[in-house]
Each structure stands twice: as structure tokens, then as C-alpha cells.
């Protein structure tokens, strides 16, 4: 394509290893990445630095640019870039190194970036800006032969290089005559030359992905798309405590200047268990099993098994929101949000997440470690939650700030907590626990059944005895609650559709909030509607909304929270996992089975 304009996009990809993240436009200019975690400071805070081209990116300036090409080698989670000038064309290579050695997973906090000519006499400028304190200062540096150090406050970041250091210092321009390596990572010196170690890095990086996608479960159709939701789904999850975060983002804007801006780079119990599901479905489970050993710790720190609805990546527990003012937002959108209030509501349907997402471990024969009572124990404080809260308010799925009521989601999924752990009693046989637990969940759903129904509407509500419906309604059917061919799903799902259905997308509410009437489509509701129409039987409508989402993911195959259905264009924090999970789910769903495929 031609030279993309400086305007920020969500034309991104993403590179990582479950440690370290990295956002990357079409230029090959990092724009984005925290240290020392997902939720950390943004050492590269380019995307949210408004007009201000100045600050906060990595980029490979090459003179006479004309056009570039992007895409991810093949079943993996490097990425490369060709850039084309007037004078000759360069390859970026960009990738975290993750592999297997010394018998445990090696995934430092590092980016590494390899850069070599492809043809003529490219002339370059490595133009290095990395910032601290959220944009608000540049960092103290210091030299050495062959590395920069940038001093980051509580951390020190170190690139190494085999590029004359005075050249990338001072941004000098030079022509590219060889391949060079350039690795930002730990304060540690390197224990060879960055070329061998670069190249090493790549080789077992490549072959890492290559064998873990090997053994996804893939449907027959959309594979190269699943493949790709499946590799962004592992390089949200921070395997080092099991956490998992809703995007890498913060404060991409919902759209424009709305002031919906929020951190996501935290682990919502919600978003986490649709992204196990989604991943346990394709048969990579190690992402599920990391997550039992997260919640765990949660649910051990909770003494009564309350759980507040998010947390950060290291159980904390505190996610106090403030605003960054040295950056102005992306496009100029703000605030910029850093921590995220919603830690402090209540929200009702974390007890059925966090259940449904472990549940698998007690039926998995592959795995090594199943579930035991020991486990079902820690679950059943969980459960208890479940039932004193199942009727109470709450902020709901969608986190509103300034009402609550009994939203009928949060019911369901109370009622879900109870009725998983009847099935795992009886995994287990303990057929004492198992009628106890079956006999709560029947209690729920009588009464969920009746208190949320509106008989004149002929649909199930938002909330209990309300008027409205949202597109967390469409998720009944996937949870058990009633089955999709139910006259009452057949009704919610027309009263769904009659108001919060555009064309093939579905926006998740339209009654105004604290911040008016959303402006764009709900990614993941979309997906939901999806779903929703195959289930009860209207298969070609689904395959048709589903390519229309995939026609909208951006060049790489990803996906941001939402879309602006006026103008096609991607908004929200990204890549947002509820989004690559709906990408899984409804492929699986909607593809035809392998028999057919010869």
C-alpha cells in the first residue's frame, strides 16, 4: 500500500510473548508498550500522544519513503514490515523472544526488532523516544560501546545494538548497508554478539509458534483468521501470574471525543473466562490452567469469597483511576485514564465467570493436574456469593456508574456458579453436594425465569421487571439458562434484533448512560448475535454477519472493542480480547464440518 498518513489508527499489530507487549503501525513505528508490565508505565506512548509526533515511538525513518507492506510470518507472532523509497527498501523484523530452554519457558521482557536491506542504497535514521511519568518526560540516559541505557525511574530499560550507538543516539541518518539487531530489554549485558543472539531468538521464536499452533483444534473454514485470534488471545494473557488483560490499551476512546476512555489493561473475571473458553475450545489449554492458579490466589485472599470485579495482573486489588495530563489521547481524544473505578463496583456475575472458566479442569482427562474436592471447596465460597447475590443490584456487565438494578445477566450467571458446581459434585461423587448445589440452581432459575420475563414486551430484560433489553440477553441460550429454540429466546432474540440491531451489527444498549447513547457497535454483541442466529437456525444470515465483521478487522486480522457503523472504522481499546474471542467462538460455530472438506 502507499505511505499511510501520520494520523493515529488502529491499523496495528501486536507482538509479544505473554510478558512483554508491543503495538506496531504500518510504518514499522512502535508506538506503544509499558513496562515493566501490560499495566505499566507506557515507555512508548505514541498512540495517545494526540498531535505531538515527537514523543513516545521507535521507528526506522526511511528517506524517499513511498509504500509499505506489512503481515505476520506465517503462524506466528512475528511480524514483518517492508518499507520502499526512493532509493532502496528495508525489512523490519519484530518480535518477543518465546521459547522452551532449560526446561521452563523463556519469555523476557524484551522486544527484539532486526533490520536489514532488501534492495538499493536505503538511507535510514533510527529515531528512538521513549518516555516515563506517562509522557511526561524523557528519560535520563546513559552509553556504552554498544547499548543505551534509559533510565525509567524504578526500572532501567536496555537496548543493545549492533549499530554505531552515536548513530541511533542522535538520530544521525546512514545508509543501511547490512542487516542489524536491536534488542530493548533488561539492564543484562548480552552473552554473545546481538546479530547471533537476534538470530537465535528468531529461529526458536518462529519454531515455538509454529509447533503451538500445530495442535490448535481448528474448524475447516477461517482458519488463517482463528489462528491469528488464537496467538493475540495467548499475548494477553501474562503468564507469569496467570492474568489475563481485557486489551493492551488504555484509553482508546469508544469513539471520538465521548469521554468514554478506560484503562483495560487489567484482568476482568468476565472478559478472562470468555477468553479461556475460547482458547480451551481450540485445545490450548495452558492459558485456562495459569487462570485457575490466578484465581486461587484470588479467591484465597477473599475470606468469604466476595470478589470485586477486576484486578491487576499481581492480585492487586486497587486500581485507584486518575488521568495522565502530559498526554493529550488518541487523535487528541481524552482524558487518558490510568487504573480503572470499576474495581470499586459490584458486579454480580464474577462468581459464574470465574466458575465456568475452571470448570473444564474437572472433565479434561488431557490435562495433568485436574480438578479435585480440594478445589471444589475453594469454588463453593464462590457459589455461596452466588446465592446471597443473585437478586441483588448491581452495576451489570457494562459497568454503568451512576444507576444499578438486578440486572438479569448477573442472575443467569449466579444461577450458572450454582449449576456447574452440582455437575462438578457429580464429577466427583459427591452426590450430596451435587443435590444441594442442583437444588439452589433450580430455586434460581424459577425465579429468574419469572422476575425477568415481560409479558407484554414477550422478552426477557435487562433488568428484573424492567422494559429494555441489552445484548448480554443474547448469552441465555450459550449459558444454559433456556435453550435457543425456547419461545422466550425466540422472543428476546426478535426484541434484540428491533432495537439494537444495524444492518449485521448490534450495539450492546441504547438507552442513554452516564454518558448519553453509545456511538458504536459492540464487537463482541455482534458476535453474540451471531451466534444467537445459528443456534435457533438461521445459519446463512450468521455466515453473512460474521464476514461482514471479518471484512472490517483491520490488515493484520484484528480487532479493537468496537466499530462506527456509519463509517466502518475501529474504535475502543485494542486488540480487545471479548472481540478475537467472538473471531473463535463463531468460526467454530459457523464453519463447515472436515468431513466436507474432501
Not at 143 to 154: A, K, Q
Not at 348 to 375: H, K, M, W
Not at 394 to 401: F, H, P, Q, S
Not at 488 to 513: C, S, W
Amino acid at each position: 500500500m502507499t505511505v499511510p498518513n501520520g494520523r493515529a489508527s488502529l491499523e496495528l499489530g501486536v507482538v509479544g510473548n505473554a510478558a512483554a507487549a508491543a503495538l506496531i503501525d504500518r510504518r514499522a513505528r512502535l508506538v506503544w508498550m509499558c513496562a515493566p508490565r501490560f499495566d505499566g508505565d507506557p515507555t512508548f506512548c505514541g498512540l495517545l500522544a494526540g498531535d505531538d509526533a515527537e514523543k513516545g515511538f521507535w521507528d526506522f525513518q526511511l528517506e524517499g519513503l513511498t509504500r509499505v507492506e506489512q503481515e505476520y510470518h506465517r503462524n506466528t507472532a512475528i511480524l514483518e514490515t517492508r518499507l520502499f523509497g526512493r532509493d532502496g527498501a528495508i525489512r523490519v523484523v519484530d518480535f518477543a523472544p518465546r521459547f522452551r530452554r532449560a526446561g521452563r519457558m523463556f519469555r523476557p521482557n524484551m522486544i527484539v526488532r532486526r533490520v536489514e536491506p532488501i534492495s538499493g542504497s536505503p538511507r535510514v535514521a533510527v529515531r528512538m523516544r521513549p518516555c516515563r511519568d506517562w509522557g511526561a518526560a524523557a528519560p535520563d540516559t546513559t552509553r556504552g560501546s554498544n547499548h543505551i541505557r534509559f533510565l525509567l525511574g524504578d526500572s532501567v530499560l536496555r537496548l543493545t545494538t549492533d549499530a554505531p550507538v552515536a548513530f541511533v543516539a542522535d538520530e544521525t541518518p546512514f545508509v543501511l548497508d547490512r542487516p542489524l539487531a536491536f534488542l530493548l530489554g533488561p539492564d543484562e549485558s548480552l552473552t554473545d554478539s546481538p546479530a547471533r543472539i537476534s538470530r537465535e531468538f528468531y529461529e526458536r521464536t518462529r519454531d515455538y509458534w509454529v509447533d503451538w499452533t500445530r495442535y490448535l483444534s481448528l474448524p475447516f473454514e477461517w482458519q488463517e483468521i482463528v489462528i491469528r485470534a488464537a496467538i493475540t488471545l495467548k499475548l494477553c494473557s501474562h503468564e507469569e501470574t496467570g492474568g489475563i488483560v481485557a486489551a493492551l490499551t488504555t484509553s482508546i476512546p469508544e469513539y471520538g471525543d465521548t469521554g468514554r476512555t478506560w484503562d483495560y489493561r487489567f484482568c476482568w473475571l468476565r472478559d478472562s473466562y470468555f477468553t479461556v473458553e475460547a482458547l480451551n475450545r481450540l485445545g490450548a489449554t495452558n492459558t485456562m490452567e495459569g487462570y485457575l492458579s490466578y484465581v486461587t490466589n484470588l479467591v484465597a485472599g477473599s475470606p468469604n469469597g466476595y470478589l470485586q470485579p477486576l484486578f491487576g495482573l499481581g492480585f492487586e486489588t486497587r486500581l485507584d483511576e486518575s488521568q495522565a495530563e502530559a498526554l493529550p489521547g488518541y487523535q487528541g481524544f481524552g482524558p487518558v485514564r490510568k487504573g480503572n473505578a470499576a474495581y470499586t463496583q459490584v458486579q454480580n456475575d464474577g462468581y459464574g465467570s470465574v466458575i465456568l472458566a475452571v470448570a473444564q479442569c474437572f472433565f479434561d482427562a488431557r490435562l495433568p493436574t485436574p480438578g479435585d474436592e480440594a478445589l471444589f471447596e475453594r469454588l463453593e465460597k464462590l457459589g455461596r456469593q452466588a446465592v446471597e447475590r443473585w437478586d441483588q443490584p448491581d452495576a451489570g456487565i457494562w459497568e454503568y456508574r451512576t444507576r444499578e438494578g438486578v440486572h438479569t445477566h448477573s442472575s443467569a450467571m449466579c444461577w450458572a456458579a450454582c449449576d456447574r458446581l452440582s455437575r462438578i459434585a457429580d464429577r466427583l461423587g459427591l452426590s450430596e453436594k451435587a443435590g444441594e448445589w442442583g437444588g439452589r440452581a433450580a430455586e434460581l432459575k424459577a425465579d429468574i425465569l419469572q422476575r425477568a420475563w415481560n409479558v407484554e414486551m414477550k422478552s426477557f430484560t435487562s433488568v428484573f421487571g424492567g422494559d429494555t433489553v441489552d445484548a448480554s440477553l443474547l448469552l441465555l441460550p450459550e449459558i444454559g439458562l433456556v435453550a435457543p429454540q425456547d419461545p422466550r429466546f425466540l422472543g428476546t432474540l426478535a426484541e434484540v434484533e428491533r432495537q439494537l440491531r444495524y444492518g449485521n451489527h448490534i450495539y450492546r444498549y441504547k438507552a442513554p448512560d452516564d454518558f448519553g447513547e453509545p456511538e458504536t457497535a459492540f464487537t463482541a454483541c455482534t458476535f453474540w448475535l451471531i451466534n444467537a442466529l445459528a443456534a435457533v437456525g438461521r445459519m446463512d444470515e450468521a455466515r453473512a454477519a460474521f464476514q461482514e465483521v471479518l471484512d472490517h478487522c483491520n490488515h493484520l486480522g484484528l480487532l479493537s472493542e468496537g466499530l462506527h457503523i456509519g463509517t466502518g472504522e475501529l474504535w475502543g481499546n485494542f486488540p480487545q480480547t471479548y472481540s478475537m474471542v467472538g473471531v473463535v467462538k463463531a468460526a467454530m460455530r459457523l464453519s463447515r464440518p472436515w468431513e466436507e472438506a474432501f
